[in-house]
């Protein structure tokens, strides 16, 4: 008797729980964020979440939840209910965590459910105006001769300013000190200020600050040069041959979240990568949407797995570990 009412339960809790999917969302959806207000991960979700809120019908709200990289924000995510109302956006730093940190409190590619892949983002490696160096090559020497004067932000180990930085310091074959922020928005405001020397950042937030003359632009990271800034050379121009990183960006929700609700999530991600003034406000930013087989469920899964694989010998040769 017992057990029947245990069993009826379950069968009612379950039937409440596919009839609220199946009307998800009923109230504002969550978007995490890993990185501090203002950034490029911050901006990107802001333009997607607004565009996401016309099908969704409910308010789609990002919450900056910075820290250690952006682990804390995934970790938090993996923990959060299974209902599609706390998601996560979150960019390449998914997949070189797994190699970065010893101890990692969430697996990426079994606490999650994919909703789907976003943006390419180009970086660009910058130095604050004052630095007497204009271009890769000055900035290698120079950084070679004042390694222990020079400071290089970024946003925590995971973040793509640290692998970009990473990169960048094989690459020149030197050793700087870095300094970390919860974002590179703080660390933008310092090399603005003129407190840390060298950032390597998404165009999402350098563009505008690149094209107010507000920093100095040293290189893009890709293999193409920017629409937006046609004389900055790419890094592979510039003497740092096969230099090439694009930071992609997926959206993610916890693992047992149900399928109408990630189907509902993945449909409203890809009406908003359609959205005229999200394609604006991308293209302006330098970011790239990417193709529609990637905006789906598969396609992230695809690309995370082989973006775990494709970085995890790069890091071991870096050394650079965290526990
Ligand atoms: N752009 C940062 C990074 O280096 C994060 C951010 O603040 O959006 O990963």
Redesign the pocket.
């Known amino acids: 008797m017992n057990s029947l009412r245990v069993l009826g339960g379950l069968i009612l809790a379950a039937c409440a729980f596919g009839a609220s999917a199946q009307s998800y969302p009923t109230r504002p959806v969550t978007l995490v964020v890993p990185?501090?207000a203002g950034?490029?991960?911050?901006v990107a979700a802001r333009a997607l979440g607004q565009a996401m809120e016309k099908s969704m019908g409910q308010p789609v709200v990002v919450e900056n939840k910075a820290g250690a990289g952006?682990t804390l924000a995934v970790s938090d995510v993996a923990r959060a209910t299974p209902d599609g109302y706390r998601i996560l956006i979150h960019?390449i730093?998914m997949s070189t965590a797994p190699a970065l940190y010893r101890k990692l409190s969430f697996d990426p590619l079994k606490d999650f459910e994919y909703i789907g892949q976003v943006l390419d983002v180009p970086m660009t490696l910058l130095v604050k105006t004052g630095l007497p160096v204009n271009s890769v090559k000055e900035l290698a020497v120079y950084a070679k001769a004042n390694k222990d004067k020079i400071t290089l932000a970024?946003?925590g180990l995971g973040?793509?300013?640290?692998l970009c930085g990473l990169l960048f310091q094989q690459a020149i074959e030197v050793d700087l000190t870095t300094v970390p922020y919860k974002?590179?928005?703080p660390a933008m405001a310092d090399l603005l200020g003129g407190q840390v020397d060298i950032l390597c950042?998404?165009t999402t937030?350098t563009i505008p600050q690149i094209q107010g003359g507000k920093v100095k632009a040293l290189a893009v990271t890709t293999t193409k040069r920017l629409d937006a800034l046609k004389d900055l050379p790419t890094a592979a121009e510039s003497g740092l041959p096969g230099f090439d990183l694009a930071v992609w960006h997926g959206v993610y929700a916890p693992k047992g979240t149900p399928r109408p609700v990630t189907d509902k999530l993945n449909a409203s991600l890809q009406a908003a990568l359609k959205d005229p003034a999200v394609v604006k406000r991308f293209a302006d930013l330098g970011a790239i949407i990417v193709p529609a087989d990637k905006q789906t469920p598969d396609g992230l899964a695809r690309h995370l797995k082989a973006e775990i694989d494709k970085w995890a010998p790069i890091i071991k040769k870096a050394g650079q570990y965290a526990d």
């Open positions: 990185f501090a950034g490029p991960t911050d952006g960019h730093g970024n946003a973040a793509a300013s640290h974002g590179t928005a950042d998404q937030q």
